[in-house]
């Protein structure tokens, strides 16, 4: 008797390009085909979604920006059920949230990947109460919960309980992240100089990445005639950045590019890779920047501490901190064989713990322990 493949139903937040739904890209990519047929559901439209499309994968689109949003709920049951689900996973607040109803409505088993928490130190205390009850009640309805790192699931266990829980960090795909190879001109593309420092800031631009400290840590720079500053991405705070840039008198340095998906050509062009987030589950960001050789600049916080060991694999900078950031590039600006040396550091942290192949290993045991 042949094999029956199990379908797995992973739910995303949107269709935009974050770090939780490229970590389902590589993952739904990397899984055995033999043995998993992977069902993607988002709740909003975006270019990851035509991606999914792209690349052959079943991929269905419910409308909500809302967690917990009851009126979806049947929908997403209903749906689920036509496609004959065998496990739900669930990857994030959002898409455990409008998933979990049809998880036990169904009699389904419901895994929830935490890419960073909800609840954040920067919220008011009524809204983080809020949060921490709901992701308390979010892993006590699943029946596996992943963390994506040591310092998130810890975060969690201090909150509430965590009985059915583990750590599986994310992983890289070292084939297309790999500085080895040749890369089309993006420094070309946008008029910059091979003997250029070029910095760069890839991200969902929104108050979680810090982008206004960003371009104030750029006007606090005083040597400015070598250095420029690409910025990849879109999000609400965009308008706000380019606004702040020229109000102070920064434009000329920076290059503005919307959301692009030639990231390993991006990462290819720049020297410098800063990340000043408030918070973080296990930024794929950072760790497709550190598989591609880049000196790393990054918020000293949970997440990002379990990739980081300051002046080791790159330097950590005081949250929210526009002077700790600028003193940064500074350091690094003036001291080329350092930047060298740090690039190579992290690319040696990707290649022996972070890698696609062994957590897509990982989350196979727990589909097969569960089904």
């Given at each position: 008797m042949a094999y029956q493949k199990k379908r797995i139903l992973h739910a995303i937040r949107q269709g935009k390009v974050g770090g939780g739904e490229t970590h389902v890209l590589d993952l739904v990519n990397t899984l055995d085909k033999e043995k998993y047929d992977s069902i993607i559901l988002s709740f909003t439209n975006g270019p990851m979604v035509d991606k999914l499309r792209a690349d052959g994968f079943t991929t269905f689109v419910i409308e909500t920006e809302k967690p917990f949003n009851f009126m979806v709920w049947n929908q997403v049951k209903e749906l689920i059920f036509q496609q004959k689900i065998d496990l739900i996973h669930a990857h994030g607040t959002r898409a455990n949230s409008n998933t979990f109803f049809a998880s036990k409505q169904l009699k389904l088993p419901l895994i929830y990947t935490v890419h960073g928490w909800s609840f954040h130190p920067d919220q008011s205390s009524l809204v983080k109460f809020i949060r921490t009850q709901s992701e308390k009640f979010l892993v006590n309805v699943a029946t596996k919960t992943i963390c994506v790192s040591q310092s998130n699931l810890a975060e969690g266990q201090g909150k509430f309980k965590m009985k059915n829980a583990t750590v599986i960090s994310n992983g890289i795909n070292r084939v297309r992240f790999d500085p080895n190879l040749s890369y089309k001109d993006v420094r070309g593309e946008f008029g910059i100089d091979n003997n250029i420092l070029l910095?760069?800031?890839?991200?969902?631009?929104?108050?979680?990445?810090?982008?206004?400290?960003?371009?104030?840590?750029?006007?606090?720079?005083?040597?400015?005639?070598?250095?420029?500053?690409?910025?990849?991405?879109?999000?609400?705070?965009?308008?706000?950045?380019?606004?702040?840039?020229?109000?102070?008198?920064?434009?000329?340095?920076?290059?503005?590019?919307?959301?692009?998906?030639?990231?390993?050509?991006?990462l290819n062009a720049i020297d410098i890779f800063c990340l000043p987030s408030l918070w973080e589950g296990l930024p794929i960001a950072l760790l497709e920047a550190m598989s591609m050789r880049k000196a790393i600049i990054a918020s000293k916080i949970d997440g990002i501490t379990d990739l980081i060991i300051d002046n080791e694999n790159g330097l950590l900078i005081t949250p929210n901190d526009a002077e700790s950031l600028t003193s940064a590039i500074f350091r690094l600006q003036n001291d080329l064989p350092l930047l060298k040396q740090l690039g190579s550091e992290a690319e040696k942290t990707v290649k022996e713990k972070f890698n696609v192949s062994s957590m897509t290993k990982k989350i196979e045991t727990i589909y097969s322990e569960i089904l």
């Open positions: 910095v760069g800031y890839i991200a969902r631009i929104t108050h979680q990445k810090s982008p206004l400290i960003f371009i104030k840590a750029i006007a606090a720079i005083n040597d400015k005639e070598n250095i420029k500053f690409l910025i990849v991405g879109d999000g609400d705070l965009k308008n706000e950045m380019i606004s702040l840039a020229q109000q102070l008198n920064v434009e000329k340095y920076i290059v503005f590019v919307d959301f692009r998906n030639d990231i390993p050509d991006i």
